[in-house]
């Protein structure tokens, strides 16, 4: 059941991001093909323009991205079209669980059509070898591409945690009788605030732990693998939280849905 699910959530999900991705692809197109031009002032002009406009396009699309998964789970789940879906014989949790799944799914699609429409705009001969070179080689005693790796899923997993963490807020907020949506806001702030402060907490435990780390970034000694042990922490520690906010979601539509 939960394939068919998230199917469906993906392909309704599909209606709001193929407009985002065409933007993106076509600005990638008119960039390739303004750069054939650049010698003309006029063309070269509207080319900068078109790069100011495509890094605008590449920097909101992972906002967008989220506020889209946002906006439907709240229409899905909590708004009109809420009657239907919780009448479905289908779990709460799979309900849930297909919204971060989806989440997660087209974040990937549009980091990938992102890469797709760079590659279309700047793609270069050599420049594959280039990159590969670049990322083969060490920094600090660590390949580039693992640091890479490792800072991709850490950034993944905050993400995920940024989206249950609104869900988590919803879900409070809807359980209430009245102001839902002035509740939902009032809950993410607190939960914002909340993680901003057990961070601070976390990371005044592992200055405590070992009050040499941020003396050793300036020096000779740093090494890749200190900073990621470090972000490591704050990692797991984010996939925590990631977790209670899920159970929160999951716990307060279970028990005590209250559709609009």
């Not at 063309?43 to 439907?72: C, D, E, P, Q």
């Not at 300036?218 to 972000?231: E, S, Y």
Request: hydrophobic share 55%.
């Amino acid at each position: 059941m939960l394939g068919k699910v998230l199917k469906y959530d993906i392909k309704v999900l599909s209606r709001y991001l193929i407009p985002l991705y065409a933007v993106l692809l076509g600005l990638g197109l008119m960039i390739r093909l303004l750069s054939f031009f650049e010698k003309v002032s006029i063309i070269n002009i509207i080319l900068g323009i078109m790069i100011v406009a495509f890094i605008f396009a590449v920097t909101f699309s992972f906002i967008l991205n989220g506020i889209f998964v946002i906006k439907y789970y709240l229409e899905n789940l909590y708004k009109d079209q809420g009657y239907l879906t919780h009448t479905l014989p289908v779990k709460k949790g799979t309900l849930l669980l297909s919204k971060v799944l989806v989440a997660l799914i087209t974040i990937i699609m549009t980091f990938v059509i992102i890469i797709i429409s760079v590659l279309i705009a700047f793609y270069t001969n050599g420049l594959f070898g280039d990159v590969f070179k670049v990322l083969g080689q060490s920094l600090a005693g660590m390949e580039i591409y693992k640091f890479i790796l490792f800072m991709l899923v850490y950034g993944l997993i905050g993400y995920l945690t940024t989206i249950l963490m609104v869900f988590a807020s919803i879900s409070i907020g809807f359980s209430k009788s009245s102001n839902k949506l002035v509740n939902s806001v009032v809950w993410a702030l607190i939960f914002y605030f909340g993680m901003e402060f057990l961070y601070m907490g976390v990371l005044g435990i592992v200055m405590g732990i070992n009050p040499s780390f941020i003396a050793n970034l300036d020096n000779n000694t740093f090494m890749m693998a200190d900073l990621l042990n470090f972000f490591m922490i704050f990692m797991v520690f984010t996939a925590c939280i990631g977790g209670v906010y899920y159970y929160i979601s999951y716990r307060f539509m279970n028990k005590k849905l209250n559709l609009e």
